[in-house]
Every structure is written in structure tokens, then in C-alpha cells.
């Protein structure tokens, strides 16, 4: 059930993340009714139950908040945006998204905000520390080192 993946409290987007929702959103109820739909390249887009993303989609927007870029650019993490974090051991570069979606170049992976790290990440600011547990019950502390919009 979507209301069990986003939890109860908000969702950061980007401006331009809530608008391709939007957008997402009013494709897929417009393939769901039967409509003719110009063939989308998103690789995202096929699922095998169209509702649930639907579902997913409708509530992400009730519970979307815009995180707006400051002077300097985002400073906080929110879907849409690229975080760029620090282990200990190495640096990632994670877009966070909801559900499935394309990675882009220079970007090690996106990363749903539902999972473990993209929750740990949500919200966070620059040089701020996401502790996050792993599927295996291992720990992994990530350090913000930027926060980057779209592109």
C-alpha cells in the first residue's frame, strides 16, 4: 500500500520534480481511461499494476512540499535532487527519486526516498550525517558533502 512506503509526513521535491509528477500523473490516468497516449521514454513508466504507481503518485503530490534553492543552490536533500555523500571509505553521488526511475550520468545511482539510504538522506543539509541500516541489520554512517538540484 503507498501510504505505508511515503509514511505520514511530508515529501520534498524540487519545483521542477513536483511538475514532471504532475505530468506522470496525469499520463497514466489518461492510459488507465482508455486514452490515446503519446508513448513515453521514460524507462520508469512500465510498471506491471499502472494503480499503483497512480496511488503512489496521488500521494506523494498531497504530501509534497518544494524545497526552493537558496543563493548558493539547494541545500537540502529532497526528491529530485543529486546528494553527494561521504562514507569513510568512499564518496556517492545518489538522485533521489520515487520509484523506479533512470540513473543519470555522473550520478553512482538513484536511490527511491523510500528506501534506507533515501530516507536517511531526506531532509538532510550539508554536512549533516545520515545514519542509515542496511537491509543485512549493518549500520553505514553517510556525511553530506553537497546537495545538488536538477539538472
Avoid: F, N, Q
Amino acid at each position: 500500500m503507498p501510504d505505508t512506503l511515503l509514511g505520514t509526513s511530508a515529501v520534498l521535491v524540487t519545483h521542477r520534480y513536483l511538475l514532471d509528477l504532475k505530468a506522470e500523473l496525469t499520463r497514466l490516468r489518461r492510459e488507465a481511461s482508455g486514452w490515446p497516449t503519446p508513448v513515453a521514454d521514460d524507462p520508469g513508466a512500465a510498471l506491471a499494476d499502472p494503480s499503483d504507481r497512480i496511488a503512489l503518485l496521488e500521494l506523494a503530490l498531497v504530501r509534497s512540499v518544494v524545497a526552493y534553492p537558496g543563493p548558493t543552490g539547494y541545500t537540502v536533500a529532497a526528491v529530485g535532487t543529486t546528494v553527494e555523500v561521504e562514507d569513510g571509505r568512499r564518496t556517492c553521488r545518489y538522485r533521489l527519486v520515487l520509484g523506479v526511475e533512470a540513473t543519470d550520468e555522473g550520478v553512482d545511482r538513484a536511490v527511491s526516498a523510500t528506501s534506507p539510504v533515501g530516507a536517511a538522506l531526506m531532509g538532510r543539509s550539508v554536512g549533516e550525517v545520515a545514519h542509515v541500516e542496511l537491509p543485512d541489520g549493518r549500520e553505514r554512517s553517510l556525511r553530506v558533502v553537497r546537495v545538488d538540484g536538477p539538472a
